[in-house]
């Protein structure tokens, strides 16, 4: 057996514990184990996104001296590479952050095992709410879940403002989509998640404005 079969064995059985062990049905089941796996990689999830969120902001007030150069070396593609990377530099910034890289690679066996072990609902065909069936798609359901991502994506201040409705809708309709053409329960799974990630994306933005204005951290 390798590592890929156990982890997803493991959710499954994570799952069936607490939908039949504990009684608690099949969609808290889902909800309750998306939580506890977001909990467990708060720490990571929550500093890649701080990282991240003050990167975004340093990049903002670089984007003036970026235009900058583009117009004085448009002709020259290399000379400008070598003025962008000594302008990051300067800056203390890296052109590729590669731990927010290698942090995204930690979790995504996680989530994407949580992903294979619902998207087929085997386990799962039980009523949740005024869904009757958790192994089979629900309209509904699906459209949360999609409504849910909007909510994600308009949380997020760096969106710039010029695609923002693009980069809110366009993630809400594929996921919609998506959750259309797999059990409902996958769809729970996406709008617990994407709550879980709005709430920590609006707390960190609380966090990130409180220390600002306290002087603790200057941009």
Request: net charge positive; with cysteine.
């Amino acid at each position: 057996m390798n590592i890929w079969t156990l982890w997803l064995d493991t959710l499954g059985n994570a799952l069936a514990f607490l939908s039949t062990d504990l009684a608690l049905g099949a969609g808290v089941a889902v909800i309750g184990l998306t939580l506890l796996i977001r909990t467990v990689l708060l720490p990571i999830t929550w500093s890649l996104a701080y990282r991240a969120s003050i990167r975004q902001r340093q990049l903002a007030q670089l984007r003036p001296e970026l235009e900058r150069l583009k117009t004085v070396y448009k002709e020259s593609p290399e000379l400008l590479m070598q003025h962008t990377l000594a302008l990051y530099r300067q800056r203390g910034l890296s052109f590729v952050d590669s731990r927010s890289l290698i942090g995204a690679l930690v979790q995504m066996p996680l989530l994407l095992g949580m992903f294979q072990a619902l998207r087929d609902g085997a386990g799962l065909a039980s009523r949740f709410l005024w869904v009757t069936n958790l192994a089979r798609p629900d309209v509904l359901l699906a459209v949360i879940a999609g409504l849910t991502t909007a909510l994600l994506m308009n949380a997020n201040p760096d969106l710039p403002e010029n695609m923002r409705a693009l980069l809110v809708i366009v993630p809400a309709v594929i996921t919609t989509v998506a959750a259309l053409q797999f059990a409902s329960a996958l769809a729970l799974y996406f709008a617990t998640t994407n709550c879980f990630s709005a709430a920590q994306t609006m707390g960190l933005r609380f966090v990130i404005a409180r220390r600002i204005r306290l002087g603790t951290l200057k941009i």
